[in-house]
């Protein structure tokens, strides 16, 4: 992080920064704080086995949102939910959603009568 070029001088000064910042090391730390803050006050709650899984069961379905730093995946066979839920981030966050076709380095195959392969 560098200074603006009118406060270059200023080596002895330092900045009190009051959010976090996209690229500081802090920032994914402070990114999933308040996503899962966010989770949690929709009923979802956080896996022991990993953090960054969120899991909701709601009329017997699971919901599952996957948190990597700033990529995430929301899976569940009731499509009405999975949009109600992506609706719902919309209006929280600036998020863009899309059916998965890679993510975190794996493709995924959709096959016409429902399931999918991860390559």
Request: some cysteine; proline content about 4%; hydrophobic content about 35%.
């Amino acid at each position: 992080m560098q200074q603006p070029e009118r406060y270059e001088n200023n080596t002895d000064q330092v900045w009190n920064i009051k959010r976090s910042l996209y690229g500081l090391k802090q920032g994914p730390r402070c990114w999933r704080k308040r996503f899962g803050t966010y989770l949690s006050s929709v009923k979802f709650r956080s896996s022991q086995a990993d953090p960054c899984l969120y899991i909701r069961v709601k009329k017997g379905e699971k919901v599952i949102v996957v948190l990597f730093v700033d990529d995430r995946m929301v899976m569940t066979a009731d499509k009405e939910e999975a949009n109600i839920l992506i609706q719902k981030l919309k209006r929280e966050f600036k998020i863009t959603a899309k059916p998965a076709s890679y993510f975190l380095g794996m493709k995924f195959e959709r096959f016409d009568d429902g399931p999918f392969k991860i390559c």
